[in-house]
């Protein structure tokens, strides 16, 4: 029977899903979860909403209220790498806009402003809508929202790559800035929802391990302050025979309700054919059989291998005018995880054939037949409803992923075709691509789902989910999934070296985070992103050294947007082609967070005969970044390709998704002339923070800034006054505020809040000596209270020569009476010395040899002995607080700085 509870989660799930009633299922789940228990596995079939997770954490969470809710403030639902869109971002990006937007849910506009309140009671802050939504592989991945209120529910979603990656303070992209902070925010406070579990079995082990990590920390005597992870797996296919442990599923009761009735016994019937093997001819014939469809208006999804064969039936729909007719290329689309962010995004929003194949809440037939040819991009993560599929043949469990694409929804006279295109003998590596070098367990795996679903077509071909079922079920079936790679153990020494996060670059005994987290296969090889910039040829040209490069990518980092990822190889195939076209060429490369620069010919595969060469370059590349000139070329229809010489459209500035206005522009020279539009198009508003990268001229003996030849801008807060600077005495005092705010609003024992104040008091005290204000356009007179903390411009930053601010702000604090005499004054001063990527475990001194040293130069005898005790302080902290936990402590002074700074304050 139906409790007051049931029925106020009813109201509340209706209000948040467009008025569906739960399934029996979700109101178990929800029991659960506000009683403060997350499963750790779910298995739940294909259709049944898995990513309703979000609504239902989001309702238990604003159930729980206060400042100590049950769960997590953060949920961190997870994708798998090869996923291109994901329901989950639609399903957050909703909720935001009924929050935001009450007034627009009906008749559910009292229930959403009731838990509109229950959050904002948990956000600490009426001003703003208590959820932040951001995504970190596409438009919101530059939002920062996540990030901007610790206190605040949040949903961040992204793959494991960039979540994963995060997670062990090495984010793809981050500076030294950004490692510690992202790491603390997905460390702590959050709930980890892993997507398809079953399809990325090392990252569930790596998941697993910082669990125990943390829980080990906290057995050993961490604070309770710290707020752990929990983890939660969400499947819908289980290899082989269910455990005995399996957390939550499907049970009798389920079973009544005649909508998942429907789906689960929604008609698939699969069938095979025979082709022939050789080069391309499997691409033919799964052209030719999915042609047969042509006048029947279905929707029929296209699967494939390798991206070549994707490419290769598209060509040969685009060719078919004759048959198709007129308009026959805007009647297929191509769907691959080789696809640059920008163009990914695009497809999602403005491709009709693409929006065609979503799942609606009913199924409507299509106007014309339309097809849309995937790799296994378009397996997970995305919920299509396509009428027929034809494909080649793969591991069963990316069979059973593909089969969940079709016929979703179920219903009276719905029936779907599987028709799976078989190869009789093996194909033409040079055809494989990145499958060439298969070794056998995976090609096993593959002719082992060729018997056992040959079976079923021989039995009548029912793949219905709940004939599926059965089958996945069968001892056998283990044998036929992906092979599991060989799982690197992530060990207590290795999130020690991970957490070293202000040493760049290579670190004896700090290995490439790639491999934890997806294992280590010779069928899944490493892969590398790359992204295209105007300037980079420009600043190869003037002399940018790799400090600049540092300090570019701090200010105007890498954006989803601006990436395309591929396997090492193929992308050494098309630099190839980029080289001998433009020998003598330079590019970026950036790997452990370090930039630097690299001929492109030495991470090319141009001579195949030169093993030592080309496995330097693939070292090189795996697992990194390779920013190009735009002027170069390389990408096709958004995707790689070195034989395109035209050049590449720079989308570094392209505006977020809800943003009407770009948010970040790059100024060329004295004239101030925009670097993507030299006739003047309309640039940033003048509310902006200014980083020059200034080559070219040294700077001159009387302190003089050498002329910037592009300056980086990057908006700030719609409040404040525009671009005005900000006296260091003003923003102290508003970081401070900011601080008190948050520590109440996340609910810190006393001395922590109180620590977390003092710290935003005297985080940025250093920057009232005299080479720091110089730097700041503010040369200091007699009057030190007008020393600034924010300038509406910035002189080069070489002229600081090395010099750290906070450094100066460390030495200050350790002297002061009220941080002295606290009890956790260690705390105090690391969040000071931490506040900008530095402390973890050091700060930079070169003196010896370049003259680079972060120490105060006012007070350099003293520098010595504080940077040994930085380094000191760190280690027993993060023994205390455990190493995420202690970076989730520092994250908190960071908010409240951006706070303060985005109140007008600085």
Partial sequence: MRGTQDLEFERAFGALTGGRRPFYWQTRLYRRLIGGEVPPRCTLPTGLGK?????????????????????????????????????????????LNLLAHPNEAGEHEGTICRLRDALHRIAGDTAHVPLAVSTLRGELADNGDWKRNPACPAIVVGTIDMIGSKLLFSGYGDGRYGRAHHAGLVGQDALIVHDEAHLSPAFSVLLRSVEREQRRDHSGGAPATT??????????????????????????????????????????????????????????????????????????????????????????????????????????????GTLRGHERDRMAKESLVFLGFLSKKAWTPAAQTVYLVSTSAGEVGVDFDADHI??????????????????????????????????????????????????????AAVALTGDILGAVAKAGGDVSPNALATVLQAAAAEDAFSPTPTILPATDILFDSWALTSILGDLPGRPEVGPYLHGVAEWEPPETSVAWRAEIGELAMAGASDDDLEAMLEAFP???????????GRVMDHLAFIAERHPGARAVLIKNGEPRWVELSAVAATDKNDKPRLNEARRLLSFATVLLPCEVGGLRHGMLDGETPTPVEDVAEVSAAGQRDRQRVRVKGDEESPLLHPDGEPTLPDRCTRCALAIGEPATEDGAAPRPTIEYRVARAESGEPGRPVLLSDHSAAVEAAARQLGDAIGLPPDLAEALVLAGRWHDKGKDRARWQDYAHNPLSKDASRALAKSSRYRHWRLLGGYRHEFGSLIDAAAARGVTSHPERELILHL?????????????????????????????????????????????????????????????????DVAASEGGAG
């Fill in 51 to 95: 990513t309703s997770v979000i609504p239902l954490w989001l309702i238990a969470l604003a159930h729980s209220g206060g400042i100590a809710p049950c769960l997590p403030r953060r949920l961190v639902y997870v994708v798998n790498r090869r996923t291109v869109v994901d329901q989950a971002t639609d399903d957050a990006e909703r909720l």
């Fill in 227 to 336: 707020r752990p992870i929990l983890v939660m797996e969400l499947s819908a296919t289980t290899r082989g025979r269910p455990s005995e442990d399996a957390a939550f599923g499907l049970e009798p009761e389920d079973d009544r309700d005649p909508i998942v009735t429907q789906r689960r016994t929604a008609r698939k019937t699969l069938s095979f054919l025979p082709c022939e093997g050789g080069k391309g001819e499997l691409a033919k014939a799964i052209w030719a059989r999915a042609l047969a469809y042509r006048d029947t208006a279905a929707r029929v999804l296209v699967y494939v291998r390798s991206p070549e064969d994707a490419k290769a039936v598209v060509d040969a729909f685009k060719s078919t005018k004759a048959v198709l007719g007129e308009g026959a290329e805007d009647r297929v689309c191509l769907l691959t």
């Fill in 390 to 443: 034809v494909c080649d043949l793969t591991t069963l469990d990316s069979m059973a992923q593909r089969l969940g694409r079709v016929n979703r929804l179920g219903g009276k006279g719905r029936s779907a075709e599987i028709t799976v295109i078989r190869e009789r003998v093996k194909t033409d590596p040079e055809r494989a691509g990145k499958r060439a070098k298969e070794p056998g367990r995976y090609e």
């Fill in 558 to 568: 890498i954006r989803a947007a601006e990436r395309l990822k591929d396997a090492t």
């Fill in 832 to 896: 000071i010395a931490s506040h900008h990527g530095w402390a973890r475990p050091h700060f930079r001194h070169d003196g010896a040899r370049d003259g680079v040293s972060a120490y105060d130069p006012s007070r350099l005898a003293e520098g010595p002995s504080a940077a040994a005790d930085a380094m000191r302080r760190y280690a027993t902290l993060q023994r205390r607080f455990g190493r995420w936990g202690l970076a989730w402590l520092e994250s908190l002074l960071r908010a409240a």
